[in-house]
């Protein structure tokens, strides 16, 4: 829609509160205590100059987000791509992960990380059909990932190029 705009902001930016309550409450959800023993991310690692955190508004309103950070020197990782049910099966999963890959990628990055939960087939679906290359074994139940040695995380890789395209 024409009314979409990035903006790039802070995850404590007050107009996008909800937004992230939901993204936290939609893996309460599915996953219940599963990730409860992982320490909260800091969120000052989505700050420039390594990382950013956008969100597509719609009429001024949240409808979208993601992020990334620095991972290594030259891979940034993605994180925090959610839509709202309510909003889903329009594309805006993609335009997010697009306008990260594009934003890394002029920052310097030359490949992309993330990872995805194991009861998120949609997410891997998305990845997967954006030249993600998984760094797990697809064909097994995802819920192997779930149990020793594996910590319920599925790992996936791309490599940016110069031509990502403009969102």
Do not use: C
Request: glycine letters at 8%.
């Amino acid at each position: 829609m024409s009314d979409d705009v990035f903006i790039q902001t802070v995850p404590e930016d007050p107009l996008i509160a909800p937004f992230i309550q939901g993204l936290f409450g939609e893996y309460r959800e599915r996953y219940g205590e599963y990730f409860s023993s992982q320490p909260p991310e800091d969120d000052s690692v989505f700050s420039a100059p390594d990382g950013t955190f956008i969100v597509l508004l719609r009429n001024g309103a949240p409808i979208a987000m993601g992020a990334y950070k620095r991972y290594d020197e030259k891979t940034a990782e993605l994180k925090r791509i959610w839509t709202h049910r309510s909003l889903r099966r329009q594309g805006l999963a993609q335009k997010v992960l697009l306008e990260l890959e594009r934003r890394a990628a002029e920052y310097g990055y030359q490949e992309v990380f993330l990872t995805t939960g194991f009861r998120q087939p949609e997410a891997v679906g998305l990845y997967l059909s954006h030249g993600y290359q998984p760094l797990f074994d697809t064909r097994l139940d995802p819920d192997v990932y779930s149990r020793p040695p594996y910590d319920g995380r599925l790992p996936f890789t791309k490599a940016l190029t110069a031509d990502v395209p403009v969102t």
